[in-house]
């Protein structure tokens, strides 16, 4: 549900001002918007400035702030967390950071730098080792340049032409066949030195230079250099990891306690751009949840006597859109609004969608996936994420969603009667029936259902319009609601000639029903077309469109359960262990596409056919003014 907003006004000496924006941060229910709307200020009042001690306190909260930007990175790990105490904040304790911060940055520059020479290392003694042999083949001369190459084994043909017509036959190549491409050693004039570099590249043939420090150098001693390096540097590699490791264990916690006691502190002066100022009192006016307004007066009042008034604004009239909305439900309503925060929250005034979507998104997830053997599957899936992202506030909420699809798809299994598809088949008796062999029956349910969620879309919005006091919408929902009702009348006379009709249209004939559902669908389009003109008259055929996509969790459904009994035919067929690898592989493909499939269709159907008849997104959260910690 939507709680009640109020609008305070608190007024107070001056000289409580700090005071009190310190104890409006400890009770963290005050919503207050950062900044003063100076045009409709009365005269006598102007937005707070700071004196000139407050400022240089701000300066240095704000110098330590942009510290820890810098410094909190290199520091802090996914498992870290703020340690208890008392931080200071003068010079000294800077300097300390500072020094911190230039400590860590060296480490890690250093430790990066040798994983860097490890990699060329390790790749450059490689190509020395494969080069090798090929440069003891020949000395080079003054005038010859000499090129390491890589190239595909396929290419050796083609590049050896290509250097006979660049270089009329003057070039030396030594070719050495390493597992996956050849390597070599070719020697050719410096004059064609740009033509040949330029076809070496078009060729796609790798140039391998070695480091400016192994260049000119023999190439017995560089490939000596690289083998001690590889040696020594994980090592140093380990002993750098290992001091950052300490460092980071030691002053990460004390850094993010700091971190939020700075950002504590430059919210309290950041929120004062809310506040007014006369020369001897402050002004301040906010949203306050109804069912926490008692406990902001009496802490007010109990700290700061007389010194401080509250009064409820209660004469002014505020748009919807201004005012902070914030859901309160019920403990096992909560989850779902998980899957509601996807959109904005609702206008104030309007209707939260939270319960109904936790009535309905597991409703129509267990009517799809509806097996006893997925539902455990899903089960044990929903608890191993629950465990592996315990501290994952997101992940716990949606966890608690999933254990309700669990319930939802464990039980229409046993409707069912599916374990696995069939193999549950002799000792597992279906409640209704196998519903391979009611997917009529299945169908009208799935519509009916659609019918149900529609028509509750347009009831709600009917009551949106009404507390809006939009009679142009309420007359909008009235005539698709009016429309809707035609239908059933030209489907009731539909029905007749075939036998059947709805049982609560009575004895109607054919033709009355007929001439009633007309009659009544040109009421809607004369009640549509004065509330949104020709465009709502059109979009009444939506309704029925609305109600026909629920067929899918007929469809869907019926295609899950589908596969899984191919899945066990083809398993029996094929016998043995090949049959139980057909089995298996099949029953997961079908529990993949079993959690993905519902998951969308039935987030769809809540968002496309529900909410659209009557959820008005566009409201201001409610952002508390309150402490990190």
């Known amino acids: 549900m939507i709680l009640h907003m109020v609008k305070m006004e608190i007024l107070g000496l001056k000289r409580h001002l700090h005071d009190v924006v310190t104890t409006l941060q400890e009770l963290g229910s005050v919503h207050i918007e950062e900044k003063t709307d100076e045009i409709h200020l009365p005269r006598f009042l102007k937005p707070v400035e700071l004196d000139e001690e407050k400022k240089k306190e701000r300066a240095s909260f704000e110098k330590f702030e942009s510290l820890l930007q810098e410094l909190l990175p290199l520091l802090v790990t996914k498992d870290a967390e703020p340690s208890l105490g008392h931080d200071r904040f003068d010079e000294k304790r800077y300097e300390e950071l500072d020094s911190l911060k230039q400590e860590i940055n060296a480490l890690v520059s250093s430790r990066n730098k040798r994983q860097e020479e490890l990699v060329l290392a390790k790749k450059y003694e490689a190509a020395l080792k494969a080069y090798l042999p090929l440069l003891e083949k020949f000395k080079q001369r003054d005038d010859t340049l000499t090129s390491l190459i890589r190239f595909d084994k396929g290419g050796l043909k083609a590049l050896k032409g290509k250097l006979v017509r660049l270089t009329k036959d003057d070039f030396f190549l030594e070719i050495e066949k390493g597992e996956d491409a050849l390597y070599g050693a070719l020697a050719y004039s410096r004059e064609r030195e740009d033509a040949i570099k330029e076809e070496l590249w078009q060729e796609g043939v790798d140039e391998v230079v070695l480091p400016s420090e192994f260049q000119g150098k023999d190439p017995k001693e560089s490939l000596q250099e690289l083998a001690r390096r590889k040696e ?248 698709f609601l009016i429309f809707f009702f035609g239908i059933l009348f030209v489907v009731h006379s539909a029905m007749l000639p075939r036998g059947g009709g709805l049982p609560f249209l009575g004895g109607l004939s054919a033709f009355t029903a007929a001439v009633t559902g007309g009659f009544v669908i040109l009421v809607s389009f004369v009640l549509l077309f004065a509330a949104a003109g020709l465009q709502g008259a059109i979009e009444s055929i939506s309704i029925v469109s609305n109600i026909l996509s629920y067929a899918r969790l007929m469809a869907i459904g019926v295609a899950s359960a589908a596969m899984a009994k191919v899945a066990n035919d083809l398993g029996a067929v094929a016998g043995g262990v090949v049959g139980f690898l057909i089995a298996f592989t099949l029953h997961t493909i079908n529990m993949a596409l079993g959690i993905f499939a519902p998951t969308v269709q039935a987030l769809r159907l809540n968002y496309v056919e529900f909410f659209t008849k009557f959820y008005r997104p566009g409201g201001r959260e409610y952002t508390p003014f309150k402490k990190i910690s």
Not at 443 to 467: E, P, Y
């Open 232 to 479: 020594t540097l994980p090592k140093t590699i380990q002993d750098l990891v290992q001091k950052i490791t300490q460092l980071q264990k030691k002053e990460a916690p004390g850094c993010l306690r700091m971190n939020v006691s700075i950002q504590e502190r430059l919210g309290r002066y950041r929120i004062l751009t809310a506040f007014s100022e006369s020369d001897y009192t402050f002004y301040l006016t906010a949203w306050v949840p109804e069912d926490e307004k008692r406990k902001v007066v009496e802490k007010l009042k109990n700290k700061f006597q007389e010194s401080v008034v509250l009064q409820e604004l209660v004469h002014e009239k505020w748009e919807h859109e201004e005012i902070p909305v914030k859901l309160k439900n019920p403990k096992w309503l909560k989850p779902f609004e998980v899957l509601v925060s996807i959109f904005p929250p609702p206008t104030y005034g309007t209707i939260d969608a939270t319960p109904f979507v936790a009535f309905f998104f597991p409703l129509f997830f267990g009517l799809i996936l509806g097996d006893i053997g997925y539902g455990i599957v899903l089960f044990l899936l929903t608890l191993f994420l629950r465990i592996k992202f315990r501290k994952n506030e997101t992940v716990r909420q949606v966890s608690k969603i999933g254990f309700v699809c669990v319930a939802t798809t464990i039980a229409f299994g046993f409707v069912f009667g599916e374990f696995f598809g069939t193999l549950g088949h002799g000792w597992l008796k279906p409640i209704w029936a196998d519903r391979l062999l009611i997917t009529t029956q299945l169908l009208i349910l799935s519509i009916l259902l659609g019918v149900v969620h529609v028509l509750l879309g347009l009831f709600l919005g009917m009551v949106v319009a009404f507390k809006e006091r939009n009679g142009r919408h309420l007359l909008e929902k009235i005539g």
